[in-house]
Protein backbone atom coordinates (compact mmCIF):
# COMPACT_ATOMS: atom_id res chain seq x y z
CA UNK A 1 0.00 0.00 0.00
CA UNK A 2 3.08 2.26 0.68
CA UNK A 3 4.48 1.59 -2.84
CA UNK A 4 0.84 2.99 -4.50
CA UNK A 5 0.75 5.97 -1.66
CA UNK A 6 4.03 7.11 -3.15
CA UNK A 7 3.35 6.71 -7.06
CA UNK A 8 0.44 8.39 -6.31
CA UNK A 9 2.39 11.48 -4.81
CA UNK A 10 4.92 10.93 -7.73
CA UNK A 11 1.71 11.84 -10.72
CA UNK A 12 0.60 14.45 -8.52
CA UNK A 13 4.46 15.92 -8.41
CA UNK A 14 4.45 15.45 -12.10
CA UNK A 15 1.77 17.31 -12.55
CA UNK A 16 3.26 19.94 -10.54
CA UNK A 17 6.57 20.04 -12.75
CA UNK A 18 4.34 20.32 -16.05
CA UNK A 19 2.71 23.53 -13.89
CA UNK A 20 5.74 24.96 -13.02
CA UNK A 21 6.66 24.60 -16.80
CA UNK A 22 3.58 26.38 -17.86
CA UNK A 23 4.23 29.22 -15.25
CA UNK A 24 7.62 29.61 -16.93
CA UNK A 25 6.58 30.56 -20.44
CA UNK A 26 5.47 33.81 -19.60
CA UNK A 27 7.89 34.80 -16.79
CA UNK A 28 11.00 37.03 -16.43
CA UNK A 29 13.77 37.69 -14.32
CA UNK A 30 13.57 36.61 -11.17
CA UNK A 31 10.03 34.68 -11.21
CA UNK A 32 11.04 32.63 -14.03
CA UNK A 33 14.67 31.14 -12.21
CA UNK A 34 11.70 30.76 -9.28
CA UNK A 35 9.15 28.48 -11.15
CA UNK A 36 12.32 26.75 -12.66
CA UNK A 37 13.46 25.74 -9.25
CA UNK A 38 9.84 24.34 -8.56
CA UNK A 39 10.33 22.59 -11.93
CA UNK A 40 13.51 20.93 -11.33
CA UNK A 41 12.14 20.07 -7.45
CA UNK A 42 9.06 18.88 -8.38
CA UNK A 43 10.85 16.74 -11.35
CA UNK A 44 12.89 15.49 -9.10
CA UNK A 45 10.88 14.39 -6.44
CA UNK A 46 8.38 12.65 -8.76
CA UNK A 47 11.07 10.92 -10.17
CA UNK A 48 12.50 10.01 -7.04
CA UNK A 49 9.30 8.77 -5.87
CA UNK A 50 8.70 7.03 -9.21
CA UNK A 51 11.89 4.88 -8.43
CA UNK A 52 10.70 4.21 -4.99
CA UNK A 53 7.16 3.26 -6.16
CA UNK A 54 8.47 0.64 -8.31
CA UNK A 55 10.60 -1.21 -6.26
CA UNK A 56 7.16 -2.81 -5.59
CA UNK A 57 5.09 -2.20 -8.17
CA UNK A 58 5.67 -3.74 -11.43
CA UNK A 59 6.83 -0.93 -13.93
CA UNK A 60 4.69 -1.80 -16.50
CA UNK A 61 2.03 -0.91 -14.05
CA UNK A 62 3.81 2.00 -11.87
CA UNK A 63 5.25 4.46 -15.42
CA UNK A 64 1.21 4.11 -16.98
CA UNK A 65 0.05 5.07 -13.58
CA UNK A 66 2.42 7.60 -13.28
CA UNK A 67 1.74 9.09 -16.42
CA UNK A 68 -2.17 8.68 -16.55
CA UNK A 69 -2.35 10.65 -12.78
CA UNK A 70 0.12 13.38 -13.88
CA UNK A 71 -1.40 13.67 -17.44
CA UNK A 72 -5.03 14.10 -15.71
CA UNK A 73 -3.80 16.38 -12.91
CA UNK A 74 -1.88 18.87 -16.06
CA UNK A 75 -4.95 19.11 -17.28
CA UNK A 76 -7.42 19.81 -14.90
CA UNK A 77 -4.57 22.78 -13.77
CA UNK A 78 -4.76 23.87 -17.17
CA UNK A 79 -8.00 24.32 -17.36
CA UNK A 80 -8.35 25.74 -13.85
CA UNK A 81 -5.25 27.75 -13.43
CA UNK A 82 -4.81 28.29 -17.28
CA UNK A 83 -8.22 28.86 -18.84
CA UNK A 84 -7.92 26.13 -21.72
CA UNK A 85 -11.06 24.94 -23.02
CA UNK A 86 -12.93 21.84 -20.88
CA UNK A 87 -15.13 20.80 -23.80
CA UNK A 88 -17.51 17.68 -23.33
CA UNK A 89 -14.74 15.20 -24.89
CA UNK A 90 -11.98 16.48 -23.44
CA UNK A 91 -13.73 15.87 -19.69
CA UNK A 92 -14.74 12.44 -21.01
CA UNK A 93 -11.09 11.27 -22.28
CA UNK A 94 -9.69 12.28 -19.07
CA UNK A 95 -12.14 10.60 -17.31
CA UNK A 96 -11.22 7.24 -19.46
CA UNK A 97 -7.77 7.88 -18.41
CA UNK A 98 -8.82 7.51 -14.93
CA UNK A 99 -10.46 5.10 -14.63
CA UNK A 100 -8.03 3.19 -16.63
CA UNK A 101 -5.75 4.42 -14.30
CA UNK A 102 -7.60 2.84 -11.71
CA UNK A 103 -8.30 -0.39 -12.97
CA UNK A 104 -4.86 -1.07 -13.52
CA UNK A 105 -4.40 -0.16 -9.83
CA UNK A 106 -7.50 -2.92 -9.03
CA UNK A 107 -5.94 -5.67 -11.33
CA UNK A 108 -2.40 -5.13 -10.42
CA UNK A 109 -1.12 -7.66 -8.24
Same mark, same amino acid.
Given at each position: ?????? +???? %? @?? /????? *?? @?? !??????????? $?? %???? @??? +?? #??? =? #? +?????? !?????? &????? =???? &??? =??? $? %?????? /????? #?? $? *? *??? =? #?? *???? %?? !?????
Amino acid at each position: MYAWVL +LIVA %G @LF /ESGFA *FC @LG !KMRDAVGAAWW $LW %GAGF @LVS +LT #LSM =T #L +LARAAR !KIPVGT &AYPVW =TGIG &AAG =TVI $L %GIVCFH /EPASF #LR $L *F *FIG =T #LI *FSVI %GL !KVVSH
